[in-house]
């Protein structure tokens, strides 16, 4: 049982420990790259590479809405700005310092979501269903629907209009 509080709460550390994990797929990418290329650097076209597995990652193992890689124009913007011995190439801590700032954003829109989706959800599920208490008809029906599964299905619609809401944007 202590492994799994230990386990639990390193997950919910916060910041340190989404840098951490964060480091951990930067330096996985650019093994992998810098192994096929041979050198300790990336060039841009391996840069870009890198940007699509990461944001693959981000997509594979964080929930919510599949989320996209920022374009090639604004990869090779931020590449020179983060390149500080402007050699055209980003090194290991150049590059994790690149992909840090360029996923800052996302983690945040992943984490609102989550929130969204485990607090508020549930929050307005016992609020609506205290409210259909005295609608004629619709509260009876709804005050036998059990907690939990009236809980899961308002989460599902209001996961369902998050998700139509960034589709039309």
């Given at each position: 049982?202590g492994q799994?509080?230990a386990?639990?709460?390193?997950?919910?550390?916060?910041?340190q420990?989404?840098?951490?994990?964060l480091?951990k797929?930067?330096?996985r990418?650019?093994?992998h790259?810098k192994?096929?290329?041979?050198?300790?650097?990336?060039?841009f076209?391996?840069l870009?590479?890198?940007?699509?597995?990461?944001?693959?990652?981000?997509?594979?193992?964080?929930?919510?809405?599949h989320?996209?890689p920022p374009?090639k124009?604004s990869?090779?913007?931020?590449?020179?700005?983060?390149?500080?011995?402007?050699?055209?190439q980003?090194?290991r801590?150049e590059f994790?310092?690149?992909i840090?700032?360029?996923t800052?954003?996302t983690?945040c829109?992943v984490?609102?979501?989550?929130?969204i989706a485990?607090?508020?959800a549930?929050?307005?599920?016992?609020?609506t269903?205290?409210?259909?208490?005295g609608?004629?008809?619709?509260?009876?029906?709804?005050?036998?629907i059990p907690n939990?599964?009236f809980?899961?299905l308002v989460?599902?619609?209001v996961?369902?209009?998050?998700?139509?809401?960034?589709?039309?944007e």
């Amino acid at each position: 049982m202590g492994q799994v509080f230990a386990s639990i709460q390193g997950k919910f550390q916060g910041k340190q420990w989404r840098e951490k994990q964060l480091r951990k797929i930067t330096d996985r990418v650019f093994d992998h790259l810098k192994d096929d290329s041979g050198k300790d650097h990336l060039v841009f076209e391996d840069l870009y590479i890198a940007v699509l597995f990461v944001y693959n990652d981000i997509n594979k193992h964080l929930p919510g809405p599949h989320i996209d890689p920022p374009s090639k124009i604004s990869v090779k913007a931020m590449m020179e700005t983060y390149d500080s011995d402007l050699n055209g190439q980003l090194n290991r801590e150049e590059f994790a310092e690149f992909i840090q700032k360029l996923t800052g954003d996302t983690l945040c829109v992943v984490s609102r979501n989550l929130i969204i989706a485990m607090i508020v959800a549930p929050a307005v599920a016992v609020l609506t269903k205290r409210a259909t208490e005295g609608v004629p008809g619709v509260g009876k029906v709804v005050q036998r629907i059990p907690n939990s599964i009236f809980a899961s299905l308002v989460a599902l619609g209001v996961m369902l209009l998050q998700n139509s809401g960034e589709e039309l944007e």
